[in-house]
């Protein structure tokens, strides 16, 4: 799923919003991994005939990439759209499959998606790696929210099933944080992230949202978003614009002439 906040939109698939989760920083990082450093290849080795319809390409990716990491004991979390599919959200998927791990495993991740016939690269950003697997695109995460992937966050992935199959699944909070976290200058849709957020609200701890994404504009901005639609309470010290009066507003007297 991922773009970093500041990479370039890919085209959109059938009506699905353009999503993206803040990765890594914008400047040279490590280089996780031995994966190969070329663009995939135009023919997936894994299926020559994918589920024609996108929506089910994405959770057949999903599904074969999170079993194969199952069978070979990696830890890890599903992200991304899909995560909110199997927290109960929509099935509007977007173009790729989402997938989080610590980046001292990006190594041993690679080889097992190698070794089960999916061509796993480097693109140019540092915090992530790729593969494909029924022709869609899988990203492999090893930084969300700007941090490297940690044990702490695996471990507060709950195992959900995904159209069947059981696996880790990224935390409602730690998942609306590296959505919110992903806002900039150069990105700012909140309307991919409404839905989201409102199908997760009774679910996400808001106020650890708040704390971690600070003050800054374009987060601070979206938190108002959400206020004023009662998807999340205001800000405390803020008031609800129910709340104001108009009773002692005084408006000019209108000039005939």
């Known amino acids: 799923m991922t773009e970093h906040a500041d990479e370039g939109a890919l085209p959109e698939h059938a009506g699905a919003a353009s999503l993206r989760l803040a990765g890594g920083g914008a400047g040279p990082g490590p280089a996780y991994g031995r994966a190969e450093q070329a663009p995939p290849p135009p023919h ?3 299926a020559a005939d994918p589920p024609p319809d996108h929506n089910q390409a994405l959770l057949q990716a999903a599904k074969q990439v999170g079993s194969l990491l199952k069978r070979a004991g990696h830890r890890f979390a599903l992200a991304g759209s899909v ?3 199997a927290h109960g959200g929509a099935q509007n998927l977007r173009h790729d499959v989402d ?6 495993d990006a190594e041993s991740v ?6 089960a016939g999916l061509h796993v690269y480097t693109p140019p950003e540092d915090w992530l790696l790729k593969a494909t697997c029924f022709g869609q695109q899988v990203d492999l995460i090893l930084e969300l929210a700007h941090q490297p992937v940690t044990t702490e966050l ?3 992935a ?5 159209d069947s199959v059981l696996m880790p699944v990224l935390a409602p909070t730690d998942l609306m944080h590296s959505l919110v976290a992903a806002f900039s200058e150069h990105h700012c849709d909140f309307g991919a992230a409404l839905p989201i957020a409102r199908t997760l609200r009774e679910r996400v701890d808001w106020d650890a949202v708040r704390a971690a994404v600070g003050d800054r504009p374009m987060q601070d901005a ?5 206020e004023r639609l009662e998807v999340v309470p205001p800000r405390p010290g803020r008031r609800s614009r129910r709340a104001v009066s108009y009773k002692h507003l005084t408006l000019p007297t209108p000039v005939h002439e």
């Open 44 to 46: 997936d080795p894994i």
């Open 83 to 85: 995560a909110v599919y």
């Open 99 to 104: 997938f989080v791990f610590r980046p001292e």
């Open 110 to 115: 690679a080889e097992t998606l190698r070794a």
């Open 154 to 156: 695996l471990d507060r």
């Open 158 to 162: 709950p195992e959900l099933s995904v």
């Open 222 to 226: 979206f938190f108002y978003f959400l």
